[in-house]
């Protein structure tokens, strides 16, 4: 068996040597922290004119986090990169003639990229709360305050399960392209669609963000949902880890 | 030692490769001879654990492939050129896979030496030519210093400095006693490099056989004679049992008799000669003899009465895709 130690090193070697390494996860933070600044630089100003009802249900904490919708996108496709290259490049059968123990691969590519992904999710969300808050003035949420720091750390483990989902599609699915093209309109429009749409809001809620998203809301919205915090999150793992499964098993049983 | 049991590879209803049963020896080059589309690549990649065989099995030194600890330290492989992310280094591309077989730091640097690539070692493989990708394809075969060696159409879209290079690198691995298997559609390539021969044409075996004797049985040597009293000079060569075949344009070819008799024999009989040619048919010529059956052969298997592929296909009965593969078949004939 191929000694995990020496694949977790060679995995850290892949991905530190690929400029899309750099420029996905770069682009997630920029656009997650940019885009949280602007709304709340936006919402701030705004919040005199807001309806009674907004105002009270008003989450300074997750506004905070409005870039985020867009932001993933880039953490997509840094998940799909991550495993689908492999494919797309033909190194994939340099890789497996190497480790041949295909679950010590995937396990090992995972962790890292997981690993990886899990520190720009943190860094990204605690940045993205301290300088939206920043712009917030009198409305400005605290750490300290009741469920804030659990909703900035789940903005890291979100950003983390969106990658790795991304990863266990396109360990399915190999090719960048067919990942990609269902991803991105998957969470960028179907999801919302789905969500905001009254007869299909039920199920909307259960489609790994809307569930996962919850973990960020301090305050619950005026659409109450039926799970809290980390219910939300468990069903975001559980989704995640339905398509590792289903990966996995695919890349076990097909031919490289 | 590389060692096939009734390797077989199905791909729906076609039949990859069938039945293959060979041992590769060290010490030698194995030459790993069929025309293109016979299944060489894929016997390769079932070699290496990357394809599933339908059925049979690959054992190396013993083991499967994917039993085996740290795998380029035994076998390193020659795929295909650029297995690599164009993207990365040549350095970190051979860097990740020494990593995964916890191979030392220092031997990267060796192998790009070995290989000629050191100059180039920070650059992305993506602006490498061919024949620099070849070469860090097969510096990532000498990584782990292994004692078996795959290369598949090593020489491919080279230049002849290329060629000669990678010639002489197989010949050199082979001489320190590791077992060197190369593909290659190119008989000419494999008479100046192989020492053994394994031959394969619609992914059944059709020859296994050193190079020599290959040579022997298959370069036909025989003698053209042209005279313009051919009736007589049949009559002679009658005479001393000697069998001699008319091949047109006014010819004869004779068999097994060295052109001194047969000069001697006509000057005896004071029979003027216009041609008495020793002739050797090509070693590509035979190569073309042999697989060319195996083609004419895939051109008769649509036929109803399933020959004897379709008997075969359906032999190692037991798995699912057999049934099918036969039924499919027999549609497709009406």
């Known amino acids: 068996m191929a000694a995990v130690g020496q694949v977790l090193r060679s995995e850290w070697t892949k991905i530190r040597s690929v400029r899309s390494t750099v420029w996905t996860l770069g682009v997630a933070v920029v656009v997650t922290v940019g885009l ?22 008003f989450d300074a904490t997750n506004i905070s986090f409005a870039g985020m919708g867009l932001g993933q996108l880039a953490m997509i496709v840094f998940g ?32 890292v990229a997981t690993a990886l992904v899990l520190l720009v999710g943190l860094f990204t969300s605690f940045l993205a709360f301290f300088a939206g808050q920043s712009l917030l003035g009198g409305l400005a949420a605290r750490i300290g305050d009741p469920g804030v720091l659990r909703a900035v750390i789940g903005g890291g483990l979100y950003m983390t399960l969106i990658a790795l989902f991304s990863m266990a599609i396109a360990t399915m699915l190999r090719s960048p392209m067919l990942s990609l093209g269902i991803l991105m309109p998957f969470f960028f429009l179907i999801s919302n669609i789905l969500g905001n749409v009254s007869a299909t809001r039920k199920i909307g809620h259960y489609l790994p963000d809307q569930a996962g998203r919850r973990i960020m809301q301090v305050v619950p919205g005026n659409n109450p949902v039926p799970y809290g915090p980390w219910g939300g999150l468990g069903i975001m793992v559980a989704w995640t880890v339905a ?14 | 030692m590389i060692e096939l049991a009734g390797l077989t ?35 390769m990649r079932m070699m290496l654990g990357l394809d599933n065989p339908t059925a049979g099995s690959v054992r190396i030194d013993g083991r499967h492939y994917r039993r085996l600890q740290d795998p380029l330290t035994y076998i390193g492989a020659l795929l295909e050129a650029k297995a690599m992310h164009g993207g990365r280094s040549a350095f970190n591309h051979l860097l990740c896979l020494a990593q995964s077989n916890g191979i030392p730091r220092r031997r990267v640097g060796e192998v790009l030496d070995t290989v000629g690539l050191t100059s180039v070692a920070k650059k992305r493989s993506k602006g490498f ?35 000669r290079w990678i ?26 490099t ?5 031959v394969i044409g619609q992914g059944r075996l059709l020859a296994d056989t050193s190079m020599a004797q290959f040579i022997r049985e298959n370069s036909r040597s025989y003698v053209r004679l042209r005279s313009p009293e051919q009736e007589r000079l049949l009559d002679v060569l009658h005479a001393e049992r000697i069998t001699a075949v008319q091949a047109g344009n006014g010819t004869l070819e004779v068999d097994g008799e060295p052109a001194e008799r047969l ?24 190569f073309m003899q042999l697989t060319a059956e195996s083609v004419e052969y895939h051109a008769h298997d649509g036929e109803p009465p399933a020959g004897p592929v379709g008997g075969r296909a359906t032999a190692p009965a037991g798995t699912p895709a057999a049934g099918g593969w036969g039924a499919d078949r027999q549609k497709k004939g009406n």
């Open chain 1, 80 to 111: 799909v990169l991550v495993v689908s290259n492999e494919y797309s490049t033909g190194m994939i059968r340099s890789s497996l003639a190497a480790v041949p123990q295909r679950a010590t691969f995937l396990f090992c590519k995972l962790v």
């Open chain 1, 243 to 256: 398509a590792l499964v289903c990966g996995f098993v695919l890349l076990e049983r097909r031919d490289a």
């Open chain 2, 167 to 192: 010639r002489t690198m197989m010949k050199n691995l082979a001489g320190q006693g590791r077992t060197v298997f190369v593909s290659s559609h190119l008989m000419s390539e494999m008479a100046l």
């Open chain 2, 129 to 163: 030519s061919l024949g620099m990708g070849q070469r860090l394809g097969i510096a990532a075969a000498l990584l782990g210093d292994p004692q078996v060696l795959l290369f598949d159409e090593p020489v491919n879209g080279l230049d002849p400095e290329g060629i």
């Open chain 1, 36 to 57: 949280g600044m602007l709304i709340c630089a936006l919402a701030g100003s705004d919040f005199g004119t807001m309806p009674v009802r907004d105002r009270l249900t």
């Open chain 2, 9 to 43: 590879k199905h791909y729906g209803d076609k039949v990859a490769v069938d039945h293959l049963t060979f041992v590769v020896r060290p010490g030698i080059i194995t030459g790993f001879l069929g025309p293109n589309g016979a299944g060489k690549s894929t016997t």
């Open chain 2, 263 to 286: 000069g001697e024999l006509a000057a005896a009989h004071q029979l003027v000669l216009h041609e008495l040619s020793p002739q050797q048919a090509s070693l590509e010529e035979a």
């Open chain 2, 194 to 198: 192989a020492d053994h021969l394994v």
